[in-house]
């Protein structure tokens, strides 16, 4: 918006109810979507390698994640994504400029903040501070529905969905002792 990006496009995986969530993200402000539309359950590595497939098609300087996965709160697809592309990658970000052919970031850790340069392109893991999502208005809502929303499938992708982790154990830890 600030003449520094060209188009966002926003990318979910999923069954086709990811749908609604795209439409929300393009009245929002995004241009274009693609749902890799799956009905399988996926984990972060072949979420990686989906995103890296939209990624090589598309061409991006920056890809922005959220931090975690809601349903397994895993914090691993950005990192994976990052070494997949071979690009440099910022987690946890809460603030972002984009100055030339770098993303200066600043992300929290546990000292305090940390300010880092990543030569683009780049993967960043967006920390909820990173932005507040915009209030999205009736006009905009109907302008969604015209915008592109493209659907293609992991095979398309020539993405193989299968797990490759087994749980195998959940347990509560040991309690303490004294």
Do not use: H
Not at 70 to 77: F, G, L
Request: proline fraction near 5%; charge should be neutral.
């Amino acid at each position: 918006e600030a003449g520094k990006v060209s188009e966002v496009v926003v990318v979910s995986i999923g069954n086709s109810k990811c749908q609604e969530t795209l439409r929300q993200a393009l009245a929002m402000g995004a241009d274009r979507a693609v749902l890799i539309e799956t009905e399988q359950e996926v984990q972060p590595l072949a979420v990686a390698k989906c995103l890296a497939a939209i990624v090589n098609r598309e061409q991006p300087r920056l890809a922005i994640l959220g931090k975690q996965a809601i349903d397994d709160d895993a914090n691993q697809t950005g990192q994976m994504l990052a070494a997949l592309l071979g690009w440099s990658q910022g987690t946890f970000v809460s603030k972002l400029d984009l100055v030339g052919d770098c993303a200066e970031i600043t992300r929290e850790i546990d000292g305090g903040l940390q300010l880092l340069s990543l030569n683009l392109p780049a993967v960043i893991t967006a920390d909820l501070r990173l932005n507040e999502p915009r209030y999205i208005k009736l006009p905009n809502i109907m302008k969604a529905k015209k915008k592109p929303l493209e659907t293609v499938t992991a095979a398309e992708l020539a993405v193989d969905l299968a797990p490759r982790l087994l749980l195998l154990k959940v347990a509560e830890p040991a309690p303490r002792k004294g």
